[in-house]
């Protein structure tokens, strides 16, 4: 694409959905996520990278970190912005539709964007034959979160540090059924290893305001067995691994879920 073409809205939707699978230093034209998109979308990795950078200096996290990204976003970066976080239960899955479209072949394929290797498809579960349009907007708004809250993790297991993709789950803290405003919130979502995910969704584990690994009443009375031991007791009081750019976990969702552990 020849430079100065003007960026379009479905194309702000598309870099706005990997911006917030990126965190802010893994915006370089090296990047080899960026460098797959900037293929499909017939623009340069630098124009990407660019953009990206354009868009942070709108985002109100990176301002309360002193960051303060590039300037020159434009007025439709700002308009799409703004639309995107006024709106994400619709534009969400909207830009995750728009992003999948580009390297994909149909619905039984998703993406994943993985930092350092780059933008590769999986293949989706299979549905049934009754699926309606709304399931297939809740999955692309799942697959969104999934790779939101693994990257801001870096790829790792909060706990462990396994960094096995295919055994990582993005955990929401408040459950998805019950709580629809955040459940596009990168701040309720933990990565963590099938194990810990489970235990942590039947609240046989939480977490503390340190982010710190609580056992509850239920899941110690259980020791001393070897098992419990390697796999939590192990872990109890530890931090969650969380890179240094990565985005905390609301400490008031923590708290909520901690008030559910089990006691028996």
């Given amino acids: ?51 990206l950078s354009n868009l942070a200096s709108l985002d109100p996290a990176l301002k309360l970190r002193g960051i303060e990204g590039l300037k020159g976003a434009s007025t439709l970066d700002r308009a799409v912005w703004d639309e995107f976080h006024d709106n994400p239960a619709k534009l969400v899955p909207l830009s995750q539709e728009r992003f999948e479209a580009l390297f994909t072949e149909n619905e039984s394929e998703t993406t994943e964007v993985i930092p350092g290797k780059g933008i590769r498809t999986a293949k989706r579960p299979p549905a049934g034959e009754t699926e309606v349009k709304s399931v297939t907007k809740q999955r692309r708004g799942q697959d969104y979160f999934r790779d939101v809250v693994l990257n801001n993790f870096g790829g790792c297991c909060g706990v462990t540090g396994l960094s096995l993709r295919e055994l990582l ?96």
Avoid at 12 to 30: A, M
Wanted: hydrophobic share 40%; with cysteine.
């Fill in 1 to 51: 694409m020849a430079a100065g073409i003007r960026w379009t809205r479905d194309e702000l939707l598309i870099v706005l959905n990997l911006y917030h699978k990126l965190r802010f230093g893994q915006f370089d034209q090296r990047q080899p996520v960026i460098i797959d998109l900037a293929a499909r979308l017939g623009r340069t990795p630098s124009s990407i990278a660019m953009k």
């Fill in 169 to 264: 789950i993005a955990s929401h803290i408040l459950p998805w059924r019950d709580h629809e405003p955040e459940r596009l919130n990168v701040r309720n979502g933990i990565c963590l290893n099938r194990l810990h995910d489970a235990a942590f969704d039947q609240h046989l584990i939480g977490f503390d305001d340190e982010l710190r690994l609580v056992l509850s009443i239920r899941l110690k009375s259980l020791l001393p067995g070897d098992w419990i031991c390697e796999q939590f007791e192990a872990f109890e009081g530890k931090a969650l691994r969380l890179p240094e750019d990565g985005t905390r976990p609301d400490p008031s969702f923590l708290a909520a879920h901690r008030k559910k552990l089990a006691h028996k």
